[in-house]
């Protein structure tokens, strides 16, 4: 186990700050609907780029700590951070993209109208909960959530499950 060096604390406040300016972008990036073909298509291409990246980052933090070497001390704290930062950025792309798929035809999505329904949706998608109250009707809403279903089961939960087996298999410190 590593030693407490101060670098959890530190690399707790950095993935937190990291979250929240993610957090603030999803809802200041603009997304109004345009009705020019080669925007929308250049937007859409954008958005799955985002996707693509943001899992490939997920899945390399997942495989480092997965790996014969996982990291340790320092490098873990950094690493645990960066995995947790992925994970959320993995989130807010979805829900990113099921907006964008939500305003660019009608009929894709029942029930999302905001980026708040869009998160939700998002969110109780990944952690497969899946209200039924916002729900996808469109081919191409069902393709993206059927892609969102696989990255939660592959990668959302593996990492997950990684960030929460290291975290409470960390000796505790003394009381504060």
């Known amino acids: 186990m590593a030693r407490?060096?101060?670098?959890?604390?530190?690399?707790r406040r950095h993935a937190l700050a990291s979250c929240a300016l993610l957090l603030a972008s999803y809802f200041l990036i603009p997304l109004e609907s345009d009705?020019?073909?080669?925007?929308?298509?250049?937007?859409?291409?954008?958005?799955?780029?985002?996707?693509?990246?943001?899992?490939?980052?997920?899945?390399?933090?997942?495989?480092?700590?997965?790996?014969?070497?996982?990291p340790a001390g320092a490098d873990e704290a950094r690493s645990l951070?960066?995995?947790?930062?992925a994970l959320v950025a993995g989130l807010l792309a979805f829900a990113l993209a099921d907006y964008v798929v939500a305003g660019s035809g009608p009929g894709?999505?029942?029930?999302?109208?905001?980026?708040?329904?869009?998160?939700?949706f998002a969110l109780a998608t990944l952690t497969t909960v899946g209200y039924g109250d916002v729900h996808a009707q469109g081919?191409?809403?069902?393709?993206?959530?059927?892609?969102?279903?696989?990255?939660?089961?592959?990668v959302i939960a593996t990492g997950a499950s990684i960030v929460v087996k290291r975290l409470t298999g960390r000796p505790q410190r003394g009381p504060r």
């Open 35 to 70: 009705p020019n073909g080669l925007r929308l298509t250049l937007r859409a291409a954008g958005t799955l780029l985002l996707i693509s990246v943001v899992t490939f980052l997920v899945t390399r933090q997942v495989g480092r700590q997965l790996g014969n070497r996982a």
């Open 139 to 154: 081919q191409l809403a069902k393709a993206i959530v059927c892609v969102q279903m696989l990255f939660s089961i592959g």
């Open 81 to 85: 951070s960066r995995l947790v930062v």
């Open 108 to 120: 894709q999505f029942v029930g999302l109208r905001t980026r708040w329904d869009a998160l939700y």
């Open 4 to 11: 407490d060096d101060g670098s959890y604390p530190r690399a």
